[in-house]
């Protein structure tokens, strides 16, 4: 990992295009806080922009990953890049921890969460509020495996998800909009 020094040095010399693609490299909420004295580094909130899915099967269940850095079950999804979209984002990150292919054309957003709900807490103190567009996938190609992200994946019914969720409020967006259909 490049120290916040190195960073510094790294950064006086180098034009825009070079500073987001050293971001790209190593993600752009780590260079963020890299870029910050370590006094603050990790009691700065952090606003992010990212994008999550509902993964659904032809049951009718839905995809969730048991992440490594704790221990409970969320969806796929993450932190915007510097110059991507959201649909990049959520193509991206569903490859990346799912090893699933997404066209853009069969991406449906659900909704766009902001606010409370979505504060999260990582084990290394860092604190951040998502700003999540959550988009719908329910045709998708590929065979399902998983990264170093996650301990497991597994498609659950809405009516048997596990108690320790990592997005709830996610969730709840979706089955809301099930019931309305």
């Not at 995809?63 to 510097?82: F, V």
Request: one cysteine or more; a neutral charge; proline letters at 3%.
């Amino acid at each position: 990992m490049i120290s916040h020094e190195e960073l510094v040095k790294k950064m006086v010399n180098s034009d825009a295009d070079e500073i987001i693609k050293l971001s790209k490299e190593i993600g752009y909420p780590v260079y963020t806080r890299l870029c910050m004295p370590d006094i603050i580094r990790h009691k700065f909130v952090l606003l992010q922009d990212g994008a999550a899915a509902i993964i659904v099967n032809s049951k009718g269940e839905i995809l969730l990953q048991s992440r490594m850095d704790r221990n409970k079950w969320g969806l796929p999804g993450g932190c915007q890049e510097l110059e991507e979209t959201f649909y990049d984002t959520i193509i991206r990150e569903i490859k990346e921890e799912t090893n699933l292919d997404v066209l853009k054309e069969n991406l449906e957003i659900i909704d766009i969460v902001s606010g409370k709900s979505r504060r999260n807490s990582y084990p290394n103190g860092d604190v951040v509020i998502n700003n999540t567009v959550l988009f719908l996938v329910k045709k998708y190609s590929g065979t399902l495996k998983w990264d170093e992200e996650s301990k497991n994946m597994k498609f659950f019914s809405i009516d048997n998800l596990p108690k320790n969720q990592n997005d709830p409020d996610l969730i709840e967006i979706y089955k809301k909009k099930i019931k309305k259909l």
